[in-house]
């Protein structure tokens, strides 16, 4: 009975160590999510006066744009709510497209990771009681 019960908290110490893992790694990978390298707002618009910039997306939240230069590397600046940037990017000719809000992420950056923590401190708290009951149980 004493070797399976070591088996048992074996596999749960072997089954909650993968399950943080799995959690560390979804954390690192939202957090490195490759985005561009950021620049000002005031240099965007020295790029833009100077004719560099190529193509911008503007952000439907309406506080950050993607852009890339004219040899193609791409930046990312944010600017004030309310500030008329699409204006000057249609003035100084540049192509621009407007991505949805950000909303669908949601789920993958908050709520899923705090679901997650909470099963593994629900599953840890009755695994902590199962085991001080069998002890009284045993005394």
Avoid at 91 to 112: A, D, H, K, M, R
């Amino acid at each position: 009975m004493d070797s399976r019960a070591r088996r048992r908290n074996t596999l749960y110490f072997i089954a909650l160590a993968g399950l943080l893992a799995v959690i560390y790694a979804s954390y690192r990978t939202l957090g490195m999510a490759g985005s561009p390298p950021e620049k000002s707002l005031s240099e965007l618009l020295t790029a833009l006066d100077q004719k560099q910039v190529a193509r911008a997306t503007l952000n439907a939240d309406g506080d950050r744009v993607d852009w890339s230069d004219r040899g193609g590397v791409q930046y990312r600046s944010f600017y004030p709510v309310g500030y008329q940037l699409a204006d000057k990017l249609h003035e100084g000719q540049v192509s621009i497209t407007v991505t949805p809000p950000s909303s669908t992420n949601l789920w993958l950056t908050v709520l899923l990771p705090n679901i997650l923590l909470f099963v593994v401190i629900g599953g840890f708290m009755v695994y902590l009681l199962k085991t001080v009951r069998r002890s009284e149980l045993r005394a």
